[in-house]
């Protein structure tokens, strides 16, 4: 009987994660490009940018390659079009052959090198949570694959706590309170330091 092994779940959990953040991000129009997030401090289009640079930085690395400058956010001229074609692009990357076997480059997080299977996790939770953040700041939320869902609280209740949160730039904010009978997406936002309530000024 072929078995599958915990990295290809890993994998495919992956994938549906980084789907899910295209099913957010698809029908986003250009007029809600200057929306507010949840992120604090950026719009819509700065939202998007950020998550296609890490996509492209994430493939690079999941290529082999080490390259810094390929993590530097650059202005797109169509934000959800470049966004799409950067989760084509990071799907392809960790699927190729040799992918989950290698020590990738990730210059923005310390200690900058990881075994694959650990920044697929890191690239997971990203997916999983910036989906979150782009169908609020449009009114939305999305619905969490039950398959994906344990795999997601794990690796957000995983993602170091302290101080390092509270410095600028920090990938995300302090932890919330989570309480114990809260449905799992509420949880892992709450471990990412995302109030579920959130909504855009106005709505």
């Not at 078995?3 to 986003?28: F, G």
């Not at 959800?80 to 990730?106: I, K, N, Q």
């Not at 949570?129 to 169908?135: E, K």
């Not at 993602?159 to 932890?175: D, E, H, L, N, Y």
């Amino acid at each position: 009987m072929h078995t599958i092994s915990e990295d290809q779940l890993l994998l495919a959990r992956h994938r549906r994660a980084v789907r899910l953040s295209v099913d957010a991000v698809s029908p986003v129009a250009d007029a809600s490009l200057t929306c507010e997030t949840p992120c604090a401090g950026w719009d819509l289009r700065d939202l998007l940018e950020h998550m296609g640079t890490q996509n492209r930085g994430f493939a690079a690395a999941a290529r082999g390659e080490d390259d810094p400058g390929v993590w530097e956010v650059r202005r797109a001229a169509d934000p959800v079009g470049d966004y799409l074609r950067s989760a084509d692009e990071v799907l392809a990357a960790f699927a190729a052959p040799g992918a989950l076997t290698r020590t990738l480059a990730l210059p923005e997080i310390p200690p900058g090198r990881f075994p694959a299977t650990v920044a697929l996790g890191f690239h997971l939770i990203d997916s999983v949570v910036h989906a979150w953040d782009v169908a609020r700041s449009v009114g939305g939320t999305i619905d969490l694959d039950p398959d994906l869902a344990p795999t997601a609280l794990r690796v957000a209740l995983a993602v170091p706590t302290g101080k390092s949160r509270q410095r600028p730039g920090a990938a995300f904010a302090p932890a919330l309170e989570i309480a114990d009978d809260e449905a799992t997406l509420d949880r892992i936002l709450r471990a990412l330091g995302r109030s579920p309530h959130w909504r855009p000024s106005g709505r």
